[in-house]
RNA sequence: GUCCCCUUCGUCUAGAGGUUAGGACUCGGGAUUUUCAUUCCCGCAACAGGGGUUCGAUUCCCCUAGGGGACGCCA
């Protein structure tokens, strides 16, 4: 059997966004599961909107991903070069191929002349087809006006007939070509429009399936015919449904889709999002919803595709009705995202599941942008910060969550009275006098260890004996000394959060603490 | 306006001519955790509406409504 061969291409007239990434996505996937190739083209033919940046963008954010292309920029392939605009070469030669048998025409009617006569074609209320006023221009008046000089395009004679997509997402797809008329195949700076670059490119390339957003399915007929007119085999069809945001709105550059790198920059892993990304549309046969990459390698098909508009339901409308989240900063969006979204759970799920060293690795940036964590003690070899990196990982559900916990940890501790007027444990009678027994304890069972440490079996052990010097157990007990020693009356298991908070520290907030009342 | 597509819990979705319409996230309740979170259990919650076809329709067909997309010398 043929080798499957899948293609993303995206243009680089900006940042790629959930909508593209979920798009390229689905070809990596169908690529891994089918053992095919993945490959990466992309389409710079638009030369006024094109930018370097955002070439680098866009690979910055597939790398990110993980979405590794076999053929494409920076790795090559023999099917290159894999810009468009190094291509140009090509499409002039199935161009002339195509005006050679008659499929094609060149078309001097001006961009201001087009634009009158669709303005008053839809000042009638009718739909725009080009009029065909250069489809049967002689040769002789076609020599006579690129001699002139004039300008021209090169449009596609379309044949009249009805094309039918065979589409594997969304069936089969009539089209009357009638109300698509003869289209532009070369724009009049020379370059191949987007219908009909993609063919030659999809061609050449042996692509094998063409896997896209439902937006371009009302153009492969146009790609159809000209598979037809050159005689060549068209790829299988698979149109995925868009992704729209929580306004129902499809997602795009234009429209409150923000950039991959946000996702990455709020600490998102590229796991979670990747398996976040793969649910929108897909489902996976047996139901399972959180995967590894591996295993959305094996499972992926794209038959499994669902023709509905997904919604990227990350953002809490309530909050950011009014904000356009493409241009909001890392701060912003954090406030706008909605806590309890599936994503979050995911990405959750995914952090728990990292391999400790990873997760070190991965959270240290996270953690040094926090800006409270002393620069020598910053290094994944640092026993305390690794500790409580390990401890506090339950709770995280982005790697950009942990500068909330870190303070605690490690900025001076400087209780705020206001706080603790209504704590019934602060109020209990036994509040100074626990601190003090507790205080003692640990004084005195820590002579031994090494300056600082304390622990949990210590701390355990130092509870259970304040609990029978003063002849209170139970919630008390432990809450009163949590409140003492913390300040706080949530966190971790309490002898972990004392190893982790360390002597000295403990020590200062009992006695803060009890200075309080 | 023309053409195309879509509509199952709030969200992501499964499903199939006969099911108590299933799962996940969220939410509510309970248990465990001497705290919060976690974990576990239980629960709330959906086939857009109207016509057909059929013994039987949420599933097939038509219409309506709502939504989305495409109608470029953008991709």
């Not at 083209?41 to 790398?63: A, G, M, P």
């Not at 449009?155 to 070509?177: N, Y």
Request: charged share 25%; proline share 5%.
């Amino acid at each position: 059997m043929k080798e499957v061969r899948t293609r993303f291409a995206p243009s680089p007239t900006g940042y790629l966004h959930v909508g593209g990434a979920r798009t390229a996505l689905f070809n990596y996937l169908y690529a891994r599961a089918q053992k095919g190739k993945f490959i990466l083209r992309i389409e710079d033919t638009d030369q006024v909107r094109s930018t370097e940046q955002s070439y680098h963008q866009v690979l910055d954010s597939l790398k990110w991903l993980g979405l590794e292309w076999d053929e494409g920029p920076e790795v090559g392939g023999p099917h290159g070069p894999y810009r468009q605009s190094e291509r140009l070469h090509l499409y002039k030669e199935y161009a002339e191929k195509l005006i050679h048998e008659k499929k094609a025409y060149p078309c001097f009617c001006t961009a201001d002349e087009l634009d009158r006569k669709k303005k008053q074609r839809e000042a009638m209320g009718l739909p725009y087809v080009y009029d065909g006023k250069c489809r049967n221009l002689t040769d002789a008046e076609v020599h006579e006006k690129k001699a002139a000089g004039m300008e021209h395009t090169i449009r596609f004679r379309t044949p009249a007939k009805e094309v039918i997509v065979d589409d594997i997402v969304q069936g089969s797809v009539r089209f009357d070509t009638a109300i698509i008329g003869d289209f532009i195949i070369v724009k009049s700076d020379g370059f191949a429009s987007y219908n009909y670059a993609v063919v030659v490119d999809d061609h050449l390339m042996d692509i094998t399936h063409v896997i896209r957003g439902v937006g371009h399915l009302s153009n492969t007929p146009r790609q159809i015919m000209i598979y037809e007119a050159l005689g060549w085999q068209s790829p299988h069809w698979a149109h995925v449904s868009e992704i729209v945001g929580s306004d129902h709105k499809k997602l795009s550059k234009r429209h409150g889709a923000t950039p991959i790198t946000a996702f990455r920059d709020l600490g998102y892993t590229a796991r979670a999002f990747n398996n976040y990304m793969a649910l929108l549309g897909w489902s996976s046969p047996d139901g399972r919803e959180y995967m590894t990459i591996d295993e959305q390698k094996s499972l992926f098909d794209v038959a499994r595709c669902s023709k509905s508009p997904a919604m990227f339901d990350v953002f809490d409308l309530t909050k950011a009705a009014e904000v356009d989240l493409a241009q909001a900063s890392i701060q912003d969006l954090e406030a706008y995202l909605f806590p309890k979204s599936k994503l979050n759970w995911l990405s959750n799920q995914h952090i728990r599941a990292t391999p400790d060293a990873q997760f070190i690795q991965e959270i240290l940036p996270f953690v040094k942008n926090s800006g409270v964590v002393p620069e020598e003690e910053l290094s994944e070899k640092n026993e305390r910060l690794r500790g409580i990196l390990l401890s506090l990982r339950v709770y995280l559900d982005t790697l950009g969550q942990i500068k909330n916990y870190l303070p605690d940890f490690y900025l001076p501790f400087t209780p705020d009275p206001k706080d603790y007027a209504t704590s019934e444990y602060f109020l209990a009678e036994n509040f100074v006098s626990l601190s003090l027994a507790f205080e003692r304890q640990i004084e005195q069972m820590s002579k031994g260890e090494k300056t600082g440490t304390l622990s949990p079996d210590l701390v355990k052990e130092a509870i259970s004996l304040v609990g029978k010097e003063l002849g209170i157990k139970g919630k008390p007990l432990f809450m009163g000394l949590r409140l003492a020693s913390t300040g706080r009356l949530e966190g971790l298991e309490l002898p972990v959060y004392l190893s982790l908070l360390g002597k000295e520290r403990v020590i200062t907030r009992l006695k803060k603490m009890a200075a309080l009342k």
